[in-house]
């Protein structure tokens, strides 16, 4: 089971300088049409082809996220990674709907 963040915490991690890497858990015309900010896109059912390339470290800090609670992806997208040796993964469950209702930007 992976461990949660709130967007609370993310926020907080990012405003403090927290070294971690945002992962988009949906496919690509949702990444384009807006992400968290440094946000790399990887689609649930693309971790075995990407991961490697876009996450070389596995020890690092991963934060997985999708559109909302509603959304299964970024949770398909932790385990999976969890499943390839990931150590230090994190999902945001209310995901890109929490982060906009709260303020939060989107990049493009």
């Known amino acids: 089971m992976t461990k949660t963040i709130t967007g609370e915490e993310l926020r907080t991690a990012l405003a403090k300088g927290k070294n971690l890497t945002l992962v988009e858990a949906l496919p690509e015309k949702y990444y384009q049409a807006g992400h968290l900010p ?17 996450l070389p470290d596995k020890n690092a800090f991963i934060v997985t996220y999708c559109a909302s609670e509603t959304c299964p992806n970024s ?27 709260s303020g939060g930007k989107l990049e493009k």
């Open 38 to 54: 440094g946000a790399v896109q990887m689609n649930y059912d693309e971790v075995n082809a990407k991961a490697d390339a876009l």
């Open 75 to 101: 949770g398909y997208a932790a385990e999976a990674l969890v499943e390839r040796g990931y150590t230090n993964i994190l999902k945001y469950v209310a995901g890109k709907k929490d982060w906009t209702e």
